[in-house]
């Protein structure tokens, strides 16, 4: 696996995020994900919300998660977010999940690039800076 | 308090609604509340989606919701919305969550009309047919 | 692929589910898959909520989705639940998520019968009756 | 109005709290209040994860919220909490939810202090001391 950029974000667990066995909500897994790429690409001068407001968005095409060990309220978490994958169109990412040492969740998606209608388009070249030494 | 138009609406608690004390968290009220305004209008012949297709849209300014009970995981529940007031600009609803004979919780609410930038707009002379005995 | 059993569920697409571009949003994908699981199971005489009371719980622990096409605020959406395997202690579902005869998403998960510690334990006898074929 | 204790916390809208309007959706102003009192609570020293562990829980019995401006995706907000009333078994906040100068939301809420069962109980000497100059 190449990674072609790398980020690490803290998350603290949110009280209406964790269900009734107190673990955090699966489905909440794949939000997490997302802010995971949205403070990659923050972290390299891009805002995704000006992003948008260019007519270029990127829709979630698929998703692989492995949940090993549950989180909990109010825990402190560590998501280590990478590109592992760029083509015209895509961006392939991989996740992992840790509270300290324990690895909590492993994640892959994929994300494509669409207009506002939901075509495909090229990633616009200033945010294949992403990935520099994918040349 | 005069009724301009009732609904009654089922509503099913989910799974990832109910927060670790396993009730219903009291942010989903108001989803609820917004779910019982939505298909008060639909069993009106109106659809939302279509009405903001047309460039309306209903924003909520005022909430004020006492809770009585708590709701669990599964439970199936009532909840009566009522239309009490509307003025040129804004709605007043009411509201009841019940399960069975139990009262859960009472909310009223403040919708306005406004436009695609915000800006308060008069509620079209269509949707004012909610309330015909309020001419 | 084996079914070992099948359900069919309608689900509409809340307000608060909907993201900026208008698209259910992806992690809301699994809270439907959560429904449609819970409801298989009902169709078949059991109750998740009853089940839980019991110190029987189901964990996710793996899930993949591909995403086809985006569905939208207030759409009515069929979901197809299945189960495709069953062992001593997991259950593998299959879903296809459609919007009349449009496929919007595939996906398979798999979950784990656990204690109210989290401890791996034998799926109830009961609980096998889902698959009286696999006998 | 008596200010007992006050806490100011940032907060960064997340993507999938913001609705189809692309405003941050009127329901997620409660779960960011309830941040602020979790926040307020761990300024003083006090954990709301330790606290329920102890079979003390607060629940949410009355809001009042008034909207006055939207919020959008990515912005950055600043949330006052205040403790503006304590009895034996409740407390009474207020809130001012921020963007820069701009005053997106006031609010107030009153929370009661409950056993697991749910009956009222006396709060916890050691948590009065949130309002040290309140004796």
Same mark, same amino acid.
């Given at each position: 696996m190449k990674v072609l950029a *790398?980020?690490?974000l803290q998350i603290r667990v949110r009280?209406? *995020?964790v269900d009734a066995m107190g673990?955090?909500?699966h489905s909440r897994y794949l939000q997490y994900l997302e802010m995971g790429r949205i *403070?990659?690409?923050r972290s390299r001068g891009h805002s995704y919300a000006q992003i948008e407001q260019q007519g270029i968005f990127f829709v979630v095409i698929?998703?692989?998660i492995n949940y090993k060990a549950p989180a909990k309220? &109010? *825990?402190d978490l560590t998501l280590i977010t990478r590109v592992i994958k760029q083509t015209h169109v895509r961006f &392939?990412? /991989?996740y992992e999940l840790r509270r300290g040492n324990t690895l909590l969740a492993e994640a892959t998606t994929t994300i494509a690039c669409v207009d506002r209608t939901g075509q495909l388009i090229q990633i616009p070249e200033s945010l294949s800076t992403l /990935?520099?030494?994918a040349q």
């Amino acid at each position: 696996m190449k990674v072609l950029a *790398e980020h690490s974000l803290q998350i603290r667990v949110r009280y209406p *995020e964790v269900d009734a066995m107190g673990y955090l909500h699966h489905s909440r897994y794949l939000q997490y994900l997302e802010m995971g790429r949205i *403070e990659l690409l923050r972290s390299r001068g891009h805002s995704y919300a000006q992003i948008e407001q260019q007519g270029i968005f990127f829709v979630v095409i698929k998703v692989q998660i492995n949940y090993k060990a549950p989180a909990k309220y &109010d *825990e402190d978490l560590t998501l280590i977010t990478r590109v592992i994958k760029q083509t015209h169109v895509r961006f &392939d990412h /991989a996740y992992e999940l840790r509270r300290g040492n324990t690895l909590l969740a492993e994640a892959t998606t994929t994300i494509a690039c669409v207009d506002r209608t939901g075509q495909l388009i090229q990633i616009p070249e200033s945010l294949s800076t992403l /990935a520099p030494s994918a040349q």
